[in-house]
T-cell receptor, first 113, second 115 residues
Framework: GENVEQHPSTLSVQEGDSAVIKCTYSDSASNYFPWYKQELGKRPQLIIDIRSNVGEKKDQRIAVTLNKTAKHFSLHITETQPEDSAVYFCAASSQGGSEKLVFGKGTKLTVNP | DSGVTQTPKHLITATGQRVTLRCSPR?????VYWYQQSLDQGLQFLIQYYNGEERAKGNILERFSAQQFPDLHSELNLSSLELGDSALYFC??????????????FGPGTRLTVL
């Protein structure tokens, strides 16, 4: 089955710097890759997603890139702010059969003021 | 607010007991997913229902079962509870399986503590 590896597990940056989180997946049939932000004790909230027919997607300070050949995708946050501090999860899913999300272990991002 | 509701928010019970967690999907969503989040295992997929039928099973224990009712709400039943079942249980919903509009939106979760 699908396996998603996520790095790093913790990331500390200064306010205004960029943060990059990387994930790799194992199942070449996966074609949907969402990123979720989870604050302590709260629900995972979708922040951006990408499908396998595009290589990059951007939404204001957040961007995601996908390399299908290498089976990896990355989350880029620019101009980080203290409110970006949270745990970020990547996930992969293959539509058709089951749309379950297989999650990475998460990255705890701390943005220092 | 994602539009997905879950009750109860917190549940404290003893080993060996049985509990039921409830989820109401977003209006119009036909698929419901259950995930378990524990500190050591992260977010793990348990089971998916689509329009009342089981569609996929993940790492769900035999002591756990679920169903989706005609009004599309879903219940997750956990029995013979063990200490290791303590976790956050999330429900998510999406419009339908497959297709383009299948983003999963998560509910607020139920925190289960087994003493």
């Amino acid at each position: 089955g699908e396996n998603v590896e996520q790095h790093p597990s913790t990331l500390s940056v200064q306010e205004g710097d960029s943060a990059v989180i990387k994930c790799t997946y194992s199942d070449s049939a996966s074609n949907y890759f969402p990123w979720y932000k989870q604050e302590l004790g709260k629900r995972p909230q979708l922040i951006i997603d990408i499908r396998s027919n595009v290589g990059e997607k951007k939404d204001q300070r957040i961007a995601v890139t996908l390399n299908k050949t290498a089976k990896h995708f990355s989350l880029h946050i620019t101009e980080t702010q203290p409110e970006d501090s949270a745990v970020y999860f990547c996930a992969a899913s293959s539509q058709g059969g089951s749309e379950k999300l297989v999650f990475g272990k998460g990255t705890k991002l701390t943005v220092n003021p | 607010d994602s539009g997905v509701t879950q009750t109860p928010k917190h549940l404290i019970t003893a080993t060996g007991q049985r509990v039921t967690l409830r989820c109401s999907p977003r209006s119009g969503d036909l698929s419901v997913y259950w995930y378990q989040q524990s500190l050591d295992q992260g977010l793990q997929f348990l089971i998916q229902y689509y329009n009342g039928e089981e569609r996929a099973k993940g790492n769900i224990l035999e002591r756990f079962s679920a169903q989706q009712f005609p009004d599309l709400h879903s219940e997750l039943n956990l029995s013979s509870l063990e200490l290791g079942d303590s976790a956050l249980y999330f429900c998510a919903s999406s419009v339908a399986p497959g297709g383009f509009t299948d983003t999963q939106y998560f509910g607020p979760g139920t925190r289960l503590t087994v003493l």
